[in-house]
């Protein structure tokens, strides 16, 4: 367990770093989605203050990373969790995929916001990728894809191929669809973000199939999906779609 005093010292050190008004945070709350409070950091403030360290830094990453854990899963505000990312992202090839792997799955239990979802993804598609991890992380996305939890169920999508061009290989196509077809209809905001943007890669990567996926699946997915999953796509293509979708209406 994080001692309080190291969360306390993150904590209290980005606090003293906002010069953010109380409106402009609440407006960044709001925009974020997080019932967390926010101190209005800037990305640049925040990577910096991870860069320059806490107390509790220890020339063994993982440990640092360990201590990382308490203070996101602890955290109170978003930034306090955000520096628990920010710190695995300066320094992931120092901390084991296998010790990535048993903490980070845990992680969704704290998100509820679309950025701590979006960063934790990034993380995960790592682990989903690599050859002592991939299974196992495999295994848990296809778990969260039925899950109540809609933050999970979002990861099971996101997480699949992050951004396609940052990855050396990729899922199949055939455990794409798998997860994104009982989803195609989720009630969920978010879980739609995530099938469009889900969508959107998988066509970056098989471009034909891809397509053919969509094009017959157009009756099943929604708008807000539709409009990220069609962004790569040729004009051809688009209005194509655009033209099957018009004629259901």
């Given at each position: 367990m994080t001692p309080n005093k190291y969360i306390k010292e993150v904590e209290e050190?980005?606090?003293?770093?906002?010069?953010?008004?109380?409106?402009?945070?609440?407006?960044?709350?709001?925009?974020?989605?997080t019932e967390f409070s926010v101190l209005g950091l800037s990305s640049q403030v925040q990577k910096q203050a991870?860069?320059?360290?806490?107390?509790?830094?220890?020339?063994?990453?993982e440990m640092t990373f360990r201590t990382f854990d308490g203070i996101y899963r602890l955290g109170k505000t978003h930034e306090a969790k955000n520096q628990a990312f920010i710190?695995?992202?300066?320094?992931?090839?120092?901390?084991?995929?296998?010790?990535?792997?048993?903490?980070?799955?845990s992680w969704v239990k704290g998100v509820d916001n679309w950025a701590h979802s979006d960063y934790?993804?990034?993380?995960?598609?790592r682990l989903l990728e690599h050859p002592d991890t991939g299974s196992a992380m495999m295994k848990q996305l296809k778990a969260w894809n039925s899950s109540a939890n809609p933050w999970e169920r979002r990861q099971s999508l996101v997480s699949?191929?992050?951004?396609?061009?940052?990855?050396?290989?990729?899922?199949?196509?055939?455990?794409?669809?798998?997860?994104?077809s009982p989803l195609l209809e989720d009630k969920a905001y978010y879980v739609q973000k995530a099938v469009g943007w889900t969508l959107r890669e998988c066509y970056n990567v098989y471009k034909r199939e891809a397509f053919d996926f969509m094009e017959a699946q157009h009756r099943r997915i929604s708008s807000v999906a539709f409009t990220a999953a069609?962004?790569?796509?040729?004009?051809?293509?688009?209005?194509?779609?655009?033209q099957l979708r018009r004629k259901r209406a």
């Open positions: 050190t980005l606090s003293r770093l906002s010069t953010s008004t109380a409106a402009e945070r609440e407006q960044i709350r709001r925009y974020i989605g991870c860069k320059t360290g806490f107390s509790f830094y220890h020339t063994d990453k710190f695995l992202d300066q320094n992931y090839r120092h901390v084991a995929a296998t010790t990535q792997m048993s903490v980070l799955p934790l993804s990034k993380f995960l598609s699949l191929y992050y951004y396609a061009r940052t990855k050396t290989n990729h899922v199949d196509f055939k455990t794409t669809t798998k997860l994104v069609i962004e790569k796509m040729s004009d051809k293509e688009k209005n194509h779609l655009k």
